[in-house]
């Protein structure tokens, strides 16, 4: 399972280099102090400097390009190859059909998680977007993207809160494949197991984006494998 979670890790940081997302619109002010963009305290209640809150059709697009195009299914046939290739599950055994299985698995665990993440986002009116911290020095930003993880924008001048959404949905997929379609064996213990490797990987991701920032004109947005989980940097004027 380790195994597996880094593997899928590092082809989201070799997807992740140079990817953009251009249907959000916000960022913190390129400028800003990097203690300012590390400030978070025991009640993040703070603003960017620079936010322009996306709209309902903006996030409905990202969740359904995060959720159901090229990137998600890049990613569920990396892992799906892996799992084939250490038979996991034993169960589903080997051949084109065990793979499709494998496939369907990996992808429908990563819906269910996207798409819980969006419904509960909505229900509390929050933005779970990634906005880079515009910070200068590694550990702010390090700790910027850390914090990310349980953070979520709410109102229009983008004040930070808990973001329960990150922290529960990351166990809806594993609970769903547990209960719903992995072998009986399989229990509430193992779901929980998934659903702690989800949340780090999801901490890891927003690290990648943090540190390999998004580019309208990388090659991966011109491929459309890009992540759209990470919010599109404000241009400069000139």
Known sequence: ????????????????L?????????????DSDDS????????????LSVYMQPTEADKFHNYLYETFGPYPMLMAASIATYDQGV??????????????????????????????RYAVAEALREDTLYYPSGAKRFFPRLGHALLSTLIAYRGPDGRKVFAFPALAVSYAGPFAAVYGWYPSRYSAKDAFRMGNYGLLEYA???????????RSRSWIARTHFDNRHAAREIESAP
């Open 18 to 30: 140079g990817a953009t997302a251009p249907h959000a619109f916000a960022q913190v002010a390129p």
């Open 36 to 47: 300012a963009a590390l400030q978070q305290g025991p009640n993040p209640v703070q603003a």
């Open 204 to 214: 890891g991701g927003n690290i990648l984006l943090e540190f390999f920032p998004t």
């Open 87 to 116: 038979k996991d599950p034993p169960e589903w055994r080997e051949g084109f059909s065990a793979y499709g299985r494998r496939f369907g698995s990996d992808f429908a665990i990563s819906a269910v998680d996207i798409s819980a």
């Open 1 to 16: 399972m380790q195994l597996k979670r880094r593997a899928h890790l590092l082809g989201f940081a070799l997807l992740a």
